[in-house]
């Protein structure tokens, strides 16, 4: 049985999948581009929409145990969840960084 972040995480993929592969190409070509190119101005338009799905997810995931005694929790699952994001979009911190 996968861990709740993992299943949060899929979801977040397969409901947004045509933003997340726009921005997994934009992700994987971002080494190979020059810092000013079109395709970094792309790269951080697209990560902006996307880190807002990232977040409406992550609250879906936290967002109970937060308020709750589990806060420790909440922020390892988070914390799980980012590095499952970063695993998979390993540009993601460059997100508006010129």
Do not use: H
């Not at 947004?16 to 020059?34: G, H, V």
């Not at 409406?56 to 988070?78: D, H, I, P, Q, V």
């Amino acid at each position: 049985m996968a861990a709740q972040f993992k299943k949060i995480f899929d979801q977040m993929i397969a409901e947004n999948k045509e933003a997340f592969i726009k921005f997994k190409l934009l992700n994987d070509s971002l080494e190979r581009s020059l810092p000013n190119s079109k395709l970094r101005s792309d790269f951080n338009n697209l990560g902006l929409e996307i880190l807002n799905i990232i977040k409406r997810y992550e609250n879906m995931l936290c967002g109970k145990t937060e308020s709750s005694s589990f806060g420790r929790y909440s922020a390892n699952l988070s914390e799980k969840f980012w590095t499952e994001l970063r695993r998979n979009f390993n540009n993601i911190d460059e997100i508006g960084v010129e």
